[in-house]
């Protein structure tokens, strides 16, 4: 006959209950008594929060635009990491005594550490319209602070709160200055760089005075006067030679008294030959060269002088109008004529060297004037950059004063840091129920490893599968009254040991979590 393993039944295991209870309630007790310990002794944490705000700009960016422009999150991490510096911690720490006495044995570094884990920072976001892809921005954000004392949980977080509204203040205030300050010195420089240029156009414009461009018709009508007033000094000069040639002929010309009467002028040579020349510049200016006129005028005036050259002439008639009143007369008007075509001749000198320089002028005025458009050019970018920069140094100055006066974007206290009733840790009630189950765990995995363990073999089934036969007869086992004896104190003992743990719990749970009145009517309440 083959036999199968044996399954164990409830009465099986209700047996080995029986005989193995003690490994039941034994770490129970301890797991249950550990754990209502760690929950009682553990020190308890409390928290306070403070939740802070950040309002939009008042004054709408169309009328007014700020110059800090960074994200609300960005700057709150910046104000999170200058807040949390080394000096502003120990600070807190020695302005609140936070450790106690650990200050002076605990070095500065790890109560710094301590500090900054006491502390948290929690950004609360959500979509806002009008952004990029609907993204998120932070519109608050909380500062917890956590202590075993919740009056300095309370007074942390109150100084942190502070802290972040200063440093959000000072931060923005400072970014709005330098900006400000920036701008401030660009406009120097090219308010500096404006007034070197033009220092060198006023310079340019001096040295080339004569030949600036908004002279140039200004100086072809001077040279075409000038032209104008050299051909009439010509056609004067040509005037007066004409009249100094009749003059010399009235004053050559002599009259005698014939027997008749009749009276008779006779020129001399030279008489003779100023009339000739004065004939012939007359008709040159009607006739041509090859005129029979001219040609006959020429042809007098050369065989004239060369009988004035032969010393041939009438030395005797010039003698005889010497102190003669008419021809002194006229003698003084042909030394007025010659003087008068002197200084018609200086005249005209000084106008030709008069043209000369406009001509020069006029021929220098294209490069003064390409010259002056450099100089011009460069004059307008400056002055171009310059205004810029001024405009935008004026948006800045506005904006500095929109955040000195706390009307810009803004950290406001939504809800200020309030002193904490309860602490958030431990939780002393999951502990002891997660202890609880753990006891029982433990207990009943006591008793399955002793069963393991132990070799023994207990019930007719086991024994059946161990021998692999048949009992004849099951005889039950028959305590001593020694046996017995032992088995009552024992089961004392252990009686003894789980109401004296029953009870230290109660006390603790009594002094330390909640009075035993209140925490059995809260029960009986859930309960009923």
């Known amino acids: 006959m083959e036999y199968t393993e044996a399954e164990l039944t ?99 570094s790890q109560l710094v550490e301590r500090m900054r884990s006491m502390v948290g920072v929690e950004i609360i976001s959500a979509n806002v319209q009008g952004q990029q892809n609907n993204a998120r921005t932070a519109i608050a954000f909380k500062i917890s602070v956590e202590h075993d004392k919740p009056n300095l949980a309370f007074s942390v977080a109150n100084e942190f709160v502070t802290l972040f509204l200063d440093e959000n203040l000072k931060n923005r205030i400072s970014r709005a200055s330098e900006t400000t300050d920036f701008l401030n010195n660009e406009t120097i420089k090219l308010k500096n760089e404006l007034e070197a240029i033009e220092n060198q156009v006023a310079d340019f414009k001096q040295e080339n005075s004569a030949a600036l461009p908004e002279h140039l018709d200004l100086r072809i009508n001077q040279r075409e006067r000038a032209i104008r007033a050299a051909e009439d000094i010509d056609l004067n000069i040509k005037t007066l030679e004409s009249q100094r040639s009749l003059l010399e002929i009235d004053l050559s010309s002599v009259t005698y008294s014939s027997g008749n009467g009749q009276t ?37 005036i050369s065989q004239l002088k060369e009988t004035i050259a032969n010393g041939e002439g009438g030395s005797e008639e010039s003698e005889g109008i ?22 018609q001749k200086l005249l005209k000198q000084e106008i030709e060297q008069n043209i000369a320089e406009l001509e020069q002028t006029i021929i220098q005025t294209p490069q003064v004037e390409r010259g002056l458009r450099a100089l011009n050019r460069g004059y307008e970018n400056a002055l171009q950059q310059y205004e810029s920069i001024k405009a935008k140094l004026m948006d800045a100055q506005l904006s500095e004063s929109l955040e000195e006066e706390k009307k810009a974007e803004r950290f406001l206290v939504l809800e200020p840091p309030v002193l904490a009733e309860t602490p958030i840790r431990p939780n002393r009630k999951k502990i002891m129920v997660l202890g609880f189950f753990l006891a029982v765990a433990s207990g009943i995995g006591a008793i399955f490893l002793i069963e393991m363990i132990d070799g023994s073999v207990y019930g007719m089934a086991r024994l059946t599968e161990a021998v692999q036969q048949q009992p004849l007869a099951n005889i039950p086992y028959i305590e001593t009254w020694e046996e017995t004896l032992k088995t009552k104190n024992r089961v004392k003992v252990v009686a003894g040991f789980s109401v004296a743990s029953v009870v230290c719990a109660l006390v603790l749970v009594h002094f330390l979590y909640l009075p035993l009145d209140i925490f059995f009517f809260k029960v009986w309440s859930r309960i009923s």
């Open 264 to 300: 008779e002028i006779s020129l001399n040579p030279e008489q003779e030959l100023a009339k000739l020349e004065a004939q012939l510049l007359e008709k040159s200016t009607v006739y041509g060269a090859s005129h029979p006129d001219i040609v006959s005028l020429k042809r007098k």
């Open 322 to 343: 010497i102190g003669d009143p008419v021809a002194a007369k006229i003698q003084a008007r042909m030394n007025s004529i010659d003087e008068t075509i002197e200084t």
């Open 10 to 108: 409830l009465r099986d295991y209700l047996a080995i209950l029986k005989r193995r209870y003690l490994y039941l309630i034994i770490p129970f007790v301890l797991v249950l008594t550990v754990s209502i310990g760690v929950s009682a002794f553990m020190a308890p944490v409390y928290q306070s929060t403070g939740t802070i705000m950040v309002e939009s700009q008042q004054i709408p960016d169309n009328f007014v635009q700020s110059t800090v422009t960074s994200y609300a999150d960005e700057r709150i991490g910046v104000i999170t990491q200058r807040v949390m510096i080394r000096e502003n911690l120990l600070r807190i720490i020695d302005k609140f005594n936070l450790f106690g006495n650990e200050r002076r044995s605990v070095p500065a």
